[in-house]
């Protein structure tokens, strides 16, 4: 099996073969795909994500989905995450990481939200996540009851990620090709 760094390295040079514009039709796919989903359907608190250039895609999905659903991102603060409410892009500041962030109060009704789309440097067909190697996902999702989305690139799908006790593993994962089912 290989290691952590080892995947995120291999990730990455994958990444490195398309372009920018090439993610974003790959993107548009997975977008496509999770609209279709039943529990992204059926929820009204959507906890998502505001992407990096190099992740799935999420801006315009953000965008058109707030006006039917509450839209919660991630804000860092410190070695945690907290979620706010996503209330349009005039309202989103760079932030830690160089992280788009809405501002604003802080969203507490973690009882509420209804799905979580989790984004990830790859996922292994048992529901393994593998990150960036900060925690902040791991440590936050724990907090959390809710029905668990990882999406990514086709390419992103591994074999086998290590994992630990305190690794959170997602409930589905969603590519660009459509439901990535489990062993």
Partial sequence: MMEKNEI???I??????YSENELKTLSSGVMERLEENVVFRCA?????????PDEVH????IEKWSREKTILLPVV??????????????CMQKGSYNIYEPQGETFT???SIDAAIIPGVSFDRHGNRL??????????????NTFKIGICFSFQISDEIPHDEHDIAMDEIWTEEGYVSKK
């Fill in 8 to 10: 995120r390295k291999n």
């Fill in 12 to 17: 990455s040079d994958k990444k490195k073969q």
């Fill in 44 to 52: 009204r608190t959507v906890l998502m994500y505001y992407s990096l």
């Fill in 58 to 61: 999420t801006h315009d999905f």
């Fill in 77 to 90: 603060t410190g070695d945690d995450m907290e979620l706010k409410v996503y209330s349009g892009k005039e």
């Fill in 109 to 111: 009704d973690l009882v």
């Fill in 131 to 144: 990150g960036r190697g900060k925690g902040y996902y791991d440590r936050f999702l724990k907090k959390l």
